[in-house]
């Protein structure tokens, strides 16, 4: 089965077919009874496509649309092709409900959710009164499938996975001092330091400062001013921020005359946080979910993928995971033959061993977490590069 369904996925030069539905804001039909047939999958995608969330789903919904493309290009899976309704949330959660009820009504067959749990509350409410199983597609925060009774599946690692990652690479290369920046406003940003603390102390290094931002922040003098002050102990930063914040924050720092590597999670993998300049980012090391490195096939999909859908190149990483998300329900159609919501749901959790383009994944029995490899990116004269691929060996618990 996983053969056929990468035999369908291949990644060929031929040229994309149009989404049967239309992409970006606001997409899709207006009548329920076009999708009534059992030979389509709908997947409503309510992504954040403006917003603080924007950074992660305008790429995906730009790799899992290709994804789409292959897939029906192929003749679909068992007879049964694939199409696309977006809309954007505009990154706020009392619009996902909305967002999600208007998918729902258009004929959704499977939701695809927003980047960050606090966005998707409404989604999950929807998804949970209708019995339609949720993706989360480029989210990282393994609460996503605890918030509601729908069934939710990651389509990548969870934030203990990966900033454990990034932990023990930093060891590794002989950090073993780090200041912590974190920010209550979500999750992403606030459990996911705690999981670097936590990781990296286990390793034997020390957490020798804290401080905390809040998204969305223009001012980063006064936090910027607490660290130069510990400057000379400080080894290397972490912090789980995201653009726009990251790259001021990085140029913020040089500013006062903090020179420390900056780390931090999937979030600095986008081509906004190389604004910040090569020399300040020299020394950066995050966590990903691949690396196009010439002649893989990561390096094909952003190649073929971008030519058609641009988006890709603003986050290859996260827009493999929208890819990803087509894989995953290509092995769920190929098992089930079915487009229900519950067969699709069934077929899902019982996934084992996919290999798919960032990562092999099981659900069964993981609570809809796979616990996948992570990659270790860095920045070398002012571009990412690959640095390492592995499973951490100490994992905390989420």
Request: with cysteine.
């Amino acid at each position: 089965m996983k053969s056929m369904q990468r035999g369908i996925l291949a990644l060929a030069a031929a040229g994309a077919l149009v989404l049967t539905g239309c992409s970006g804001q606001g997409s899709g039909s207006d009548s329920a009874s076009e999708n009534e047939s059992s030979n389509v999958l709908t997947i409503g995608y309510a992504a954040a496509l403006t917003g603080d969330g924007a950074a992660g789903d305008v790429p995906g919904l730009a790799g899992l649309q290709y994804g789409v493309d292959k897939i029906n290009e192929s003749g679909g899976v068992n007879g049964i092709t694939l199409k696309v309704i977006a809309k954007d949330t505009q990154s706020d959660s009392a619009l996902g409900g909305t967002v999600a009820q208007e998918l729902v009504d258009q004929g959704a067959d499977v939701l695809v959710g927003p980047p960050f749990p606090g966005m998707a509350s409404g989604v999950l409410q929807i998804a949970a009164d209708n019995g339609i199983p949720v993706i989360a597609g480029t989210s990282t925060q393994p609460e996503y499938t605890l918030m509601s009774s729908a069934d939710v599946f990651l389509a990548a690692f969870g934030d203990n996975v990966q900033n454990a990652a990034v932990a023990q690479h930093l060891l590794s290369v002989g950090h073993q001092k780090a200041f912590v920046v974190s920010s209550p406003d979500m999750t992403y940003t606030s459990n996911g330091a705690n999981f670097f603390a936590d990781a990296f102390e286990n390793g034997g290094g020390e957490v020798i400062g804290e401080a905390t931002y809040s998204i969305g922040q223009t001012d980063f003098s006064p936090l910027v001013t607490s660290i130069a002050a510990e400057k000379e102990n400080i080894e290397v930063i972490y912090t789980p921020m995201f653009p726009p914040d990251l790259p001021s924050f990085v140029r913020a720092l040089r500013g006062a005359g903090v020179d420390a590597p900056v780390a931090g999670p999937d979030g600095f993998h986008t081509a906004e946080v190389l604004a910040a300049g090569q020399e300040a980012l020299e020394g950066t090391y995050f966590s990903t979910h691949g690396f196009e490195i010439e002649g893989t096939p990561l390096a094909e999909f952003v190649e073929l993928a971008s030519a058609s859908h641009p988006d890709v190149k603003d986050g290859p990483a996260l827009a493999a995971l929208g890819y990803t998300v087509v894989e995953i329900l290509a092995e769920a159609l190929a098992t089930s033959s079915s487009t229900d919501s519950a067969a699709l749901t069934e077929a899902i959790q019982n996934i084992e061993g996919l290999e798919t383009l960032t990562g092999e994944i099981t659900y069964k029995g993981t609570g809809g977490v796979p616990r996948k490899t992570v990659t270790i990116g860095g920045v070398e004269n002012g571009e990412f590069v690959f640095v390492d691929a592995f499973v951490p060996e100490y994992i905390p618990t989420p």
